[in-house]
């Protein structure tokens, strides 16, 4: 019995480890219970948003929203930039149990611009050439600052992107709010031009719950509709599919209970995001 008993153990230790190892068994989420401790503090990189990128519902399930009234990014200084110089930035969200973020900065050719100095509970790390700022701790934290060195000479306009992930800490990766947002960086002395998107996108509403979208794409494009309340909780999503290069009017029509006061209505135009407050 006591041969038994030893030869056992081993093999008892062995399937244990085998089982710690597999991909989901501490990895599955970021944020939430048990399984969340490796990436609570080191998130995956590239899961901004940007351009070529993931958001953070590889991980956690439900749709992106837009971060316009909900994260809030600010660079000191700013909004634009002179070359060579440090900007402290800030970015920070209201409430939330387990609050996470990452942020990117970059070109216009999609190319990382700047470098970060991480500041209290963030962290710096790079993937795929690009530089990420990220969280390493999320236990209820609802801001964080870190300083961003502008490129050494003028590369035109910058767009910083970053998604926020207010999980609930609940143990899986359902209930999670994923939000997503950009915000442009000009050098200072330029001014800041609309692109064709911005310029073509209005919104039109009634009191029917009707909504009225007016858009034009240059180029292929995937195409989804929120409609949110300025607390960040979705009220209706519409996903168009692929879209060819053209200019549409759509007609959405509200299903959900009675909308009254300030909306915001985002359509995604792949990881290009626009906002337009409207009133029910």
């Not at 970021?30 to 080191?42: L, P, W």
């Not at 979208?213 to 409609?227: H, R």
Request: aromatic fraction near 10%.
């Amino acid at each position: 019995m006591k041969k038994m008993i030893l030869f056992l153990l081993p093999v008892i230790g062995i399937i244990g480890l085998s089982f710690l190892s597999k991909d989901n068994a501490i990895s599955t989420y970021h944020a939430d219970g048990i399984e969340g401790v490796q990436f609570s503090s080191n998130p995956p990189a590239a899961r901004t948003g940007a351009p070529g990128e993931g958001n953070c519902t590889s991980c956690h399930s439900g749709t992106t929203m837009s971060a316009e009234g909900v994260a809030f990014f600010s660079v000191g200084g700013g909004p634009g930039y002179t070359p060579g110089l440090t900007y402290p930035i800030s970015f920070s969200t209201v409430g939330g149990p387990s609050n996470g973020f990452q942020l990117t900065i970059l070109d216009a050719s999609n190319n990382a611009a700047g470098t970060f100095t991480a500041g209290a509970n963030n962290n710096v790390t790079t993937s795929g050439g690009r530089s990420y700022v990220r969280h390493n701790s999320a236990a209820g934290e609802g801001s964080w600052t870190f300083d961003w060195t502008a490129p050494a000479t003028d590369v035109g306009e910058l767009t910083a992107y970053y998604a926020l992930n207010k999980a609930n800490n609940n143990g899986s990766d359902s209930g999670d709010e994923i939000f997503l947002g950009n915000t442009v960086i000009s050098p200072f002395g330029v001014s800041i031009q609309e692109n064709e998107l911005e310029k073509a996108f209005k919104v039109f509403v009634n009191g029917n719950q009707l909504i009225q979208l007016n858009y034009t794409l240059t180029d292929l494009a995937k195409v989804v509709l929120n409609v949110q309340d300025l607390n960040g909780r979705l009220i209706q999503s519409f996903d168009y599919g692929k879209q060819m290069p053209g200019s549409y009017q759509e007609e959405v029509q509200i299903s959900t209970s009675k909308l009254s006061g300030l909306y915001i209505v985002s359509l995604f135009v792949d990881n290009h995001v626009m906002n337009r407050k409207v009133q029910f």
